[in-house]
């Protein structure tokens, strides 16, 4: 499944933008979280914590170095938008396999007007039904640890499209379910106060 995520800024255009950090946890032959979701220019940090591993890009564009034991650490900085796919070289393999992730560089975007967000709030997703991708969009009223996760009609876990704390704003995510079966899927939003789930449709 491929998914990209944007964010609007909810300032004028003559905001600016400021570096974030984000830490990938790499233990148990996995990265957590798989994958994550940042702007431009912002900063990723992969913390061995378990286990003889490294990270390598699909496109070799960032490379932790050779394989070894934890504890270490390895930073890259991401100046432009786009899928970055990785792995783990002795455990993964480039397409995704094995021990691999993504990072998801995304370009914020201001408007000129301030709109007021005052409420969670999940969007029905356009085009529904839809086949292959749809999109789905979201408001953050105060920054807050969200959770976006697509389920199938069995309530089987799916995919997870978002798993971080996001700051104010309205936000829009692209779901490509091209590796899915056709069928009824649900995708549910959860903070530490508000739950919404709404229904999807595959078509194929």
Known sequence: MKYITTFIFLFSLSISFAQTSHTVTVANFTFTPQTATINVGDTVKWNNVQGTHNVRADDFSFFSGAVAPAPWEFIHVFTAEGNNPYYCEPHGGP??????????????????????????????????????????????????????????????????????????????????????????????????????TKKMILMK
């Open 95 to 196: 397409g995704g396999s094995g021990m691999s992730g993504v990072i998801v560089v995304q370009t914020p975007v201001s408007v000129e007007e301030e709109t007021i967000v005052d409420e969670f709030k999940l969007e029905q997703n356009y085009p529904n039904p839809f086949n292959p991708s749809t999109r789905i969009s979201y408001s953050v009223p105060s920054a807050s640890f969200i959770n976006l996760k697509v389920y199938d009609i069995l309530g089987n876990e799916v995919v997870v499209l978002v798993n971080e704390e996001k700051q104010v704003g309205s936000y829009e995510i692209d779901f490509d379910a091209a590796e899915l079966t056709g069928g009824v899927y649900f995708y549910q939003l959860t903070t530490n106060s508000f739950v919404d």
